[in-house]
């Protein structure tokens, strides 16, 4: 805008920037957690074959937004830099407000949705351990806290490593530690080396569209296969929740 702001002004306006994108980070993960992850199980009551037609709908949106709102701020950016700018500011104003009412509509047509959560009842551990004699020593306290703290990650860990879903759960975990991914590093390290928008672009648009065939072939597979070589269960041989990857596999929890 060209607006005297002078290093400081800018640098200050860098910060808040910055600060404004982890908050923003962090509300898309809370959302992301909430809606396409517990909202959809609530949703599709015990029903496996609607939960996974839900899943992959909702994996299809989140591509399909990927798809084109990126390819269509590069076009933008190839002719104007605050054209895209503006552009990327009035859709993410606009897109708050029509988020807003339909997760609010979907709130209010679910009555499960509106009820409230059970807490899960909490075992006595050594993090809280009863009240301690005025005589011991503030180090002992904390040796004893640090302790009962090691000891319950120890059991978590355990738990997790001997769980039937880890094998999933670490082998979609392993999907992020790629360099091969449009994430915001990866976009600009290509700028960095001379490519330009559209290039980019163009080639996150093929990718996407990868994985929205994926939200289709991997339904059709499981259907094919069925759900239990796909996501097995455990004794009751019933998979307790499935969803479709960003690459497409089918997973349980």
């Known amino acids: 805008m060209g607006l005297p702001l ?3 002004g800018r640098t200050g306006m860098l910060v808040l920037l910055s600060f404004l994108a982890c908050i ?3 509300c898309s993960i ?3 957690v909430s809606v396409e992850k517990d909202w ?5 009551d015990q029903d496996h074959a609607a939960l996974m037609t839900m899943n992959a709908q909702m994996r299809r949106i989140d591509l399909l937004c990927n798809l084109f709102g990126p390819l269509f701020i590069a076009l933008l950016d190839g002719v104007s830099t605050k054209v895209a700018i503006t552009a990327n500011l009035v859709m993410n104003v606009t897109s708050v407000v029509l988020e807003y009412f339909a997760i609010a509509r979907v709130y ?4 499960r949705l509106q009820q409230a959560k059970v807490a899960p ?4 551990t050594e993090i809280e351990p009863a009240r301690v004699p005025e005589s011991r020593s503030q180090l002992a306290q904390s040796w004893r806290r640090a302790r009962g703290v090691f000891s319950k990650s120890a059991r978590d860990f355990n738990f997790y490593f001997r769980h039937r879903a880890f094998l999933a759960s670490i082998s979609g975990a392993l999907l992020y530690l790629t360099v091969l991914s449009f994430a915001g590093q990866m976009v600009t390290y290509l700028l960095s080396a001379g ?3 559209n290039q980019v672009g163009i080639t996150r648009t093929l990718s996407v569209f990868f994985e929205v065939l994926a939200t289709w072939v991997a339904p059709w597979l499981m259907g094919r296969v069925g759900p239990f070589k796909s996501c097995p269960g455990g004794r009751d041989r019933e998979p307790r929740c499935i969803f479709i990857s960003g690459s497409g596999v089918a997973k349980r929890l």
């Open 6 to 8: 002078g290093h400081g």
């Open 24 to 26: 923003e980070k962090l």
């Open 30 to 32: 809370l959302n992301l």
């Open 40 to 44: 959809v199980v609530v949703v599709a």
């Open 108 to 111: 209010y047509e679910v009555p």
């Open 121 to 124: 009842r909490r075992e006595p």
């Open 195 to 197: 490519y330009t928008s």
